[in-house]
T-cell receptor
């Protein structure tokens, strides 16, 4: 079973709709991240969380919100989706106790906003 | 945050050694250098991380000169399955503010 799972894997929605992307992990990591990737480009950090009570904005947080429901769950919401939020979204985790940081990524959610 | 510069793309043939160099002139004392690999429609996968000199694992080697202003990822004897995008990241080991640039697209040909 995958250590980092994302649901849904694909989603098509319309402009103005509220969308929630979910991420769950079984790695026991304290840190979780949300990234977006546009075609042909690198990943941009949207939000990151060090633990349930610690949530921080990344490079491109406008138009997004997050919720860390438990150590293992980190959800990303688009309150009112717009077409330029069409992208591939990745969740990732890492173990903050380690000096040797490695992020583990989920399979991604492909979101299309019409 | 240290900015990184790496080639946009590289071509190679199966069986060759591939070296991808990344420049990071503004690297800070506490920064580590990390490389990730990404296949199409998949999340990035950690390859290797180092601070100075040379690091080697079962997948790759990472060479870092004394001034640490650049680093080279070396992939020995590449195969077609090594075709992917390779990202060089520089940041503190906490990693929460590391930036993924556009990466280097490696094409391995038969």
């Amino acid at each position: 079973d995958a250590d980092v799972t994302q649901t849904p894997r694909n989603r098509i929605t319309k402009t103005g709709k509220r969308i929630m992307l979910e991420c769950s992990q079984t790695k026991g990591h304290d840190r979780m991240y949300w990234y977006r990737q546009d075609p042909g480009l690198g990943l941009q950090l949207i939000y990151y969380s060090f633990d349930v009570k610690d949530i921080n904005k990344g490079e491109i947080s406008d138009g997004y919100s997050v919720s860390r429901q438990a150590q293992a769950k980190f959800s990303l919401s688009l309150e009112s989706a717009i077409p330029n939020q069409t992208a591939l979204y990745f969740c990732a985790t890492s173990d903050g106790r380690l000096t040797y940081n490695e992020q583990f990524f989920g399979p991604g959610t492909r979101l299309t906003v019409l | 945050l240290a900015k990184t510069t790496q080639p946009i793309s590289m071509d190679s043939y199966e069986g060759q050694e591939v070296n991808i160099t990344c420049s990071h002139n503004n690297i800070a004392t506490n920064d580590y250098i990390t490389w990730y690999q990404q296949f199409p429609s998949q999340g990035p996968r950690f390859i290797i991380q180092g601070y100075k000199t040379k690091v080697t694992n079962e997948v790759a080697s990472l060479f870092i000169p004394a001034d640490r202003k650049s680093s080279t990822l070396s992939l020995p004897r590449v195969s077609l399955s090594d075709t992917a995008v390779y990202y060089c990241l520089v940041g503190e080991t906490g990693g929460f503010k590391t930036i993924f640039g556009a990466g280097t697209r490696l094409f391995v040909k038969a």
